[in-house]
């Protein structure tokens, strides 16, 4: 039985190129991608428009159906824009993003992409783009199956062809249309997500989860302020609102672990959104939440964080979530993919690395590619888990770091500016992210001793050397686990 190769074939076999037939007749390519997800389609176009040849396992060829990555950062369209794809996201019903909006107990704060500050766009704010997940997926595998140096097979990876003398990885097996399969290749490339099965055997790490997204699909809800993402901050944990069609909005709401064993009993998930998240939302998105509650499907996705390691086997690399995650909090995910795509382009380009099969030069790029990614990554990473626990406050500390937080996004200018920029994959120096985090710090800490009164005063002094330490608990372990690798 043939596999399915999803490409376009010349008719005659006296057309096909030398890599054609490698990759049909004997399943053998420069590269074997494992996973035709974001980073999976957008890694195999790039090394095939760089004469790679190129095969692309997926398990399911179907349009996925996800609640996260719909949100992508200008950072990431940029990105897009860099690798010749960025035409992915039309024909989608991608909607604008300017921005967020951020409303903590009923009051919100706009806070917009700063202004571009050099080149020919300067003054002009970029954008972001919103949008089902399954759709943009489609868009990227069509572009895949497009390109002549790519093959797109179906086919489920059961496990690596390890050879035995070297240790080396020289391609998979895996189950075509029920048939054991084989594919060879000098490098293979691991990009199957977060649940990736070969996660354990290649990395040293595994990913925390604290909480997960409950998503709900809302029909013509009525946002606070049209193409801005919308975060919902009350005594709970945060709520994300963001448009990804024309008619539909995607609701996600964060519910710790805690949370849902302890409902478990009243009603379940359901229960808790109704009974606590609904009445908290803007009054113009409770219809159109509670329809979704009633008719609409709840589905869930752990929340997880996984610091990145450096890839070490000879003959394979492992990206995306397999190897690097952080709470979708931010919705950062995506633009760290294709901006990691972009860096690859360059490290393991010909000119840089004319054969895949040299494993050692291979996994000096690696270690090269892990330290240079961190200007964006680590900033990313960081500010996703540092923003979830003060948005997620369940201590007195963290509410204090809270309310400075919004204050002083309040402030506006720079106070915006700055930590927008660092989370729409604008601005890629972590010691920005430093400074602005420990700002609020400093702020929650004057707004606390301000609102004091005198006798409070010695008692305010202690909290506040609490709330530094807070912040220095909530940050720097972040920070540690980006640097040690």
Known sequence: MIPLIRDSLPPSPLHRSPSSIRRHDHHTSDVLIVGAGILGCALAITFARQGRSVILLEKSLKPPDRIVGELLQPGGVEALEKLGIRDCLEGIDAVIVKGYEVIYYGAGVEIKYPKRTTGILEGIRPEGRSFHHGRFIGRLRQTAMKEENISVVESTVTGMVKCGHTGQILGVRSTTQARPDVYFADLTVVADGYASRFRKEYLKRAPISRSKFWG????????????????VLTEGAPVLLYQIGTHETRALVDVPESVEKARSARGGVKGHLREVVLPSLPASVQPSFARA?????LRSMPNSFLPASTNRMPGVIMLGDAMNMRHPLTGGGMTVAFNDVVLLRELLGPEAVPNLGNTTLVRRQMRTFHWRRKGLTAVINVL??????????NDPQLKSLQNGCIRYFELGGACIDGPIG??????RRPLVLFYHFFSVALLAIWLLLRQSRLVEIPGAVLESFGIFAKACGVILPVIWS????
């Open 216 to 231: 709900l699909e809302l029909i013509d809800a009525v946002l606070p302020r049209a193409l801005h993402g919308h975060v």
């Open 293 to 297: 509650l009633d008719e609409g499907r």
């Open 384 to 393: 996703a888990q540092a923003l979830y626990d003060l948005f997620a406050a």
């Open 422 to 427: 660092l989370l729409g994959g604008i601005i």
């Open 482 to 485: 980006e640097v040690w690798a």
